[in-house]
C-alpha cells in the first residue's frame, strides 16, 4: 500500500527581484520515481533545494513522512537522501574510505558499517571499485559513489538534481537501472532534468515546470491522454494515393493536421475506438490499398511541446 513521502503545498521561492518557484503543489508517494522536467531556469533545482532544505521558501509547506520541514527540520531531514548536480568527492581517499567517512557523520553504528558499504556498493554496482581513490574514477562511478553516500542513512526520499547530466549513454543506462530499482524497493525518487530521453526511461511519474510554474504533473500514463487528447494515426498505403486520402478525410470535422508523404499520411483523430473503426471503414470502402493504419504513440516531448513554448533536448 502505497503511503505519502513528500508533500509539498504552495511553495513559493523569491530571490530578490527573481521568483523562482510560483506556488506550487507536489505529492510523491512511496515507490514513484517523479521526474522533473523543465529547460535550464525553470525552477527545478531551487525546488529540490528548497525540499533539502538548502534554501528558505517564502511561504508554503513541506512535509516528509508526515514530519513538518519546518517545525521539526532534524527529523525531516534524517529521512531525505539529497544529490546536488556535479557533486564533490574527495579524490585523495579511497571509496570506501569515502564511504566510512559519511556512515559516520551520518550515526551508522560502528558495528554495521563494513555491512552497509558492502551492501551499497554492489547495490550501485561498484563492488570491485572499494579500494579505488575516488579521483580515479569516471564522471558515472562518482554519480553512483556519491548515490551511494545519499544511501547510507537509508533515507525515504531521495532527492537527484540531474543525476545524469554528462554522462554517455551506456553510463547513463545503468544509472536509470538503479534509479528503478530503488523505486521499486518503496524509495521515493525526485529526479530533475532538462533532457527528456532521460527521464522517460526510468521514470514512472512526472512534473513539468515553466518559469518556476508546475505546468502538469502525475503519473506518465495518465499524463499522456489526459493532454494529448486526440491520437495520431499514421496511415500507409500500397500505392501513392495521398490526394484521394486527404478529399476522403477532410469531410471529417474530427480530423485535424493532415501531413502526407508519399504512401504515407499522418493525421490527428478526435475520439475513440469507434471513430477510429469509422474512419478505417470509409477509406477501405472507397478503395484506398491500406498496408499500415496505426496509432503513433505520443511521448514526454510530444507532451512537453503542448503545455509549454518548449525549448528542451
Known amino acids: 500500500m502505497e503511503s505519502s513521502r513528500l508533500q509539498v503545498r504552495g511553495l513559493r521561492v523569491d530571490y530578490e527581484d527573481t521568483t523562482a518557484v510560483k506556488d506550487v503543489d507536489l505529492a510523491v508517494d512511496a515507490g514513484m520515481v517523479f521526474g522533473l ?5 525553470a525552477g527545478k533545482t531551487s525546488l529540490i533545494r528548497s525540499i533539502a532544505a538548502l534554501v528558505d521558501p517564502t511561504y508554503g509547506q513541506i512535509s516528509i513522512d ?21 557533486p564533490p568527492l574527495y579524490e585523495d581517499l579511497t571509496v570506501y574510505e569515502f564511504l566510512e567517512l559519511f556512515a559516520s557523520a551520518y550515526g551508522v553504528a560502528v558495528e554495521n558499517r563494513r555491512k552497509r558499504i558492502l551492501d551499497l556498493v554492489e547495490q550501485v554496482r561498484l563492488t570491485e571499485k572499494l579500494n579505488t581513490l575516488c579521483g580515479g574514477l569516471s564522471r558515472g562511478m562518482r554519480q553512483r559513489i556519491f ?31 538503479i534509479i528503478r530499482t530503488l523505486g521499486e524497493s518503496g524509495k521515493a525518487v525526485v529526479v530533475s532534468s532538462h533532457i527528456l530521453s532521460e527521464l522517460s526511461d526510468f521514470c514512472n511519474s512526472v512534473a513539468i515546470m515553466e ?8 503519473r506518465i500514463e495518465d499524463i499522456i491522454p489526459a493532454v494529448s487528447g486526440a491520437r495520431q494515426i499514421r496511415l500507409r498505403t500500397l500505392e501513392n494515393q ?9 469531410e471529417y470535422p474530427s480530423i485535424s493536421n ?20 469509422e474512419c478505417l471503414q ?16 505520443v511521448d514526454l516531448h510530444d507532451i512537453f511541446q503542448q503545455v509549454t513554448d518548449g525549448g528542451l533536448a
Request: hydrophobic residues 40%.
Open 147 to 177: 548515490l551511494a553516500k545519499c544511501l547510507l542513512h537509508d533515507p525515504n526520499l531521495l532527492l537527484l538534481d540531474e543525476p545524469a547530466s554528462g554522462l554517455d549513454p551506456n553510463a547513463r543506462r545503468e544509472f536509470g537501472d
Open 37 to 41: 522536467i523543465g529547460p535550464n531556469g
Open 258 to 277: 493532415l501531413c502526407a508523404v508519399d504512401n504515407t499520411v499522418e493525421f490527428r483523430l478526435e475520439g475513440g475506438d469507434k471513430t477510429q473503426a
Open 211 to 218: 518559469q518556476g510554474h508546475m505546468r502538469i504533473s502525475g
Open 282 to 297: 470509409k477509406l477501405m470502402d472507397d478503395g484506398v490499398k491500406i498496408a499500415e493504419f496505426a496509432e503513433v504513440q
Open 66 to 86: 508526515g514530519i513538518d520541514l519546518f517545525t521539526d527540520p532534524s527529523a525531516a531531514l534524517q529521512r531525505i537522501g539529497y544529490m546536488p548536480d556535479a
Open 242 to 250: 495521398a490526394v484521394h486520402i486527404q478529399q476522403i478525410l477532410q
